[in-house]
């Protein structure tokens, strides 16, 4: 049975996003924490991808619209993989700023193309996390959900101000 996270609602994720945060806001510990607990995600990273994309049109329907095919799909499993490389971009370049948040930027203005509104990355991070609790079972402890969570915001809210505005942040 798959446990449901109850630290991170999604008024706290909209909360992470909202603050302006600088890109350097996590904690070296926090980093590493991301990186380590990352590597235990990789092997499973066909399992993850889905997870995520079944909890975020679960959670917000909405955003189904935006992308092609069921879960399952040939289409969704591209998606599924563009989302994990994704992913390990940000994980190796967290302590990197000056690539990161540049690259950040542009994924962000290249989404507004798609439909995807500022409104939308909080259900995303919210299905992140919970995605990463079910991977990572009792190793994604108080701390680990604090460090990606952390890193969710700082980068959520940068991605969101380069599309959409500082106010929108």
Excluded: C
Excluded at 54 to 65: E, G, Q, T
């Amino acid at each position: 049975m798959l446990r449901l996270s109850t630290f991170f609602t999604r008024k706290k994720i909209a909360e992470a996003v909202a603050a302006p945060s600088a890109p350097d806001a996590l904690s070296v510990e926090q980093i590493a924490l991301i990186r380590t607990t990352f590597r235990k995600v990789v092997p499973i990273s066909t399992t993850a991808a889905e997870l995520f994309y079944d909890r975020l049109f679960f959670i917000a329907p909405d955003v189904k619209p935006l992308f092609v095919g069921e879960s399952g799909s040939p289409e969704m499993a591209a998606q599924g993989k563009k989302l994990m490389a994704m992913l390990a971009i940000v994980v190796q370049e967290l302590d990197n700023p000056d690539v990161l948040m540049p690259a950040a930027a542009d994924l962000a203005k290249r989404h507004v193309g798609y439909s995807v509104k500022a409104a939308h990355y909080a259900p995303v991070g919210e299905a992140l996390l919970w995605a990463l609790e079910q991977g990572l079972q009792d190793e994604f402890t108080p701390d680990v959900k604090e460090a990606w969570a952390s890193a969710y915001g700082v980068l959520s809210s940068a991605m969101i101000q380069a599309a959409y505005g500082r106010e929108a942040a």
